[in-house]
Protein backbone atom coordinates (compact mmCIF):
# COMPACT_ATOMS: atom_id res chain seq x y z
CA UNK A 1 0.00 0.00 0.00
CA UNK A 2 1.57 3.21 -0.67
CA UNK A 3 0.64 6.46 0.92
CA UNK A 4 1.38 10.04 0.10
CA UNK A 5 1.70 12.25 3.41
CA UNK A 6 1.54 15.94 3.08
CA UNK A 7 2.50 18.32 5.74
CA UNK A 8 2.82 22.23 6.13
CA UNK A 9 -0.45 23.80 5.40
CA UNK A 10 -1.89 26.71 7.37
CA UNK A 11 -2.51 30.27 7.48
CA UNK A 12 -0.97 33.33 6.51
CA UNK A 13 -0.71 36.37 5.48
CA UNK A 14 -0.40 37.81 2.14
CA UNK A 15 3.41 38.78 1.02
CA UNK A 16 4.10 36.00 3.28
CA UNK A 17 5.78 32.07 3.11
CA UNK A 18 4.22 28.08 3.27
CA UNK A 19 7.10 25.31 2.38
CA UNK A 20 4.72 22.38 2.09
CA UNK A 21 6.35 18.42 2.35
CA UNK A 22 5.32 15.09 0.68
CA UNK A 23 6.27 11.68 1.79
CA UNK A 24 5.76 8.56 -0.12
CA UNK A 25 6.44 5.63 1.97
CA UNK A 26 5.06 1.79 1.36
CA UNK A 27 5.57 -0.66 -1.38
CA UNK A 28 7.09 1.31 -4.14
CA UNK A 29 9.42 0.28 -6.61
CA UNK A 30 10.18 3.20 -8.60
CA UNK A 31 8.64 7.11 -8.75
CA UNK A 32 9.32 8.99 -11.78
CA UNK A 33 6.87 12.32 -11.33
CA UNK A 34 6.08 14.29 -7.72
CA UNK A 35 4.66 17.48 -7.39
CA UNK A 36 1.41 19.18 -6.27
CA UNK A 37 -1.86 20.40 -7.82
CA UNK A 38 -4.19 22.90 -6.05
CA UNK A 39 -7.95 22.97 -5.39
CA UNK A 40 -9.59 25.85 -4.50
CA UNK A 41 -12.85 26.15 -4.01
CA UNK A 42 -15.73 26.32 -6.81
CA UNK A 43 -12.88 25.50 -9.13
CA UNK A 44 -11.42 22.07 -10.97
CA UNK A 45 -7.95 20.81 -9.55
CA UNK A 46 -5.12 22.23 -11.20
CA UNK A 47 -1.23 21.55 -11.52
CA UNK A 48 0.87 23.95 -9.29
CA UNK A 49 4.64 22.34 -9.81
CA UNK A 50 6.00 19.01 -10.84
CA UNK A 51 9.28 17.36 -10.55
CA UNK A 52 10.93 14.48 -12.99
CA UNK A 53 13.48 12.40 -11.40
CA UNK A 54 15.93 14.09 -13.34
CA UNK A 55 15.36 17.18 -11.74
CA UNK A 56 12.81 18.83 -14.95
CA UNK A 57 9.96 21.22 -14.09
CA UNK A 58 7.10 22.42 -14.91
CA UNK A 59 5.16 25.33 -13.46
CA UNK A 60 1.75 26.71 -13.31
CA UNK A 61 2.09 29.93 -14.89
CA UNK A 62 0.47 31.95 -12.01
CA UNK A 63 3.24 30.62 -9.44
CA UNK A 64 6.30 31.43 -11.64
CA UNK A 65 9.20 33.30 -9.49
CA UNK A 66 6.86 32.45 -6.43
CA UNK A 67 7.05 28.76 -6.40
CA UNK A 68 9.90 26.18 -6.05
CA UNK A 69 9.67 22.69 -6.33
CA UNK A 70 12.51 20.41 -5.03
CA UNK A 71 12.62 17.05 -3.97
CA UNK A 72 14.92 14.54 -2.30
CA UNK A 73 14.35 10.87 -4.41
CA UNK A 74 16.53 8.96 -1.07
CA UNK A 75 13.82 9.97 1.13
CA UNK A 76 11.13 9.78 -1.41
CA UNK A 77 10.28 13.17 -0.53
CA UNK A 78 8.58 16.03 -2.81
CA UNK A 79 8.56 20.15 -1.34
CA UNK A 80 7.50 23.18 -2.46
CA UNK A 81 8.55 26.45 -0.99
CA UNK A 82 5.80 28.67 -1.80
CA UNK A 83 7.04 32.51 -1.24
CA UNK A 84 4.86 36.05 -2.10
CA UNK A 85 1.71 33.99 -1.57
CA UNK A 86 -1.26 35.56 -2.38
CA UNK A 87 -4.79 35.28 -1.51
CA UNK A 88 -5.49 33.49 -4.81
CA UNK A 89 -3.55 30.69 -3.46
CA UNK A 90 -5.62 29.59 -0.93
CA UNK A 91 -6.40 25.97 -2.01
CA UNK A 92 -6.29 22.56 -1.05
CA UNK A 93 -2.72 21.09 -1.95
CA UNK A 94 -2.34 17.66 -3.17
CA UNK A 95 0.86 16.02 -3.24
CA UNK A 96 1.13 13.58 -6.51
CA UNK A 97 3.32 11.08 -7.47
CA UNK A 98 3.82 8.61 -10.58
CA UNK A 99 5.52 5.58 -9.24
CA UNK A 100 5.73 1.46 -9.73
CA UNK A 101 4.36 -0.67 -6.71
CA UNK A 102 5.88 -3.97 -8.71
CA UNK A 103 8.66 -4.04 -11.27
CA UNK A 104 7.68 -4.52 -14.69
CA UNK A 105 3.86 -2.94 -14.72
CA UNK A 106 2.95 0.69 -15.69
CA UNK A 107 2.91 3.87 -13.64
CA UNK A 108 0.53 4.42 -11.68
CA UNK A 109 -1.00 7.90 -10.41
CA UNK A 110 -1.17 8.72 -6.75
CA UNK A 111 -2.36 11.54 -4.29
CA UNK A 112 -2.17 12.51 -1.09
CA UNK A 113 -5.55 13.74 1.08
CA UNK A 114 -4.61 17.32 0.64
CA UNK A 115 -3.45 19.99 3.03
CA UNK A 116 -5.21 23.38 3.19
CA UNK A 117 -3.51 26.45 2.35
CA UNK A 118 -5.14 30.10 3.20
CA UNK A 119 -3.67 33.33 2.17
CA UNK A 120 -5.27 35.97 4.46
CA UNK A 121 -5.77 39.60 2.21
Known amino acids: QVRLVESGGGLVQAGGSLRLSCAAS????????MGWYRQAPGKQRELVAL???????NYADSVKGRFTISRDNDKNTVYLQMNTLEPEDTAVYYC???????????????WGKGTLVTVSS
Open 26 to 33: GSIFSIYA
Open 96 to 110: YADLKVVRGTDPMHY
Open 51 to 57: MSTSGST
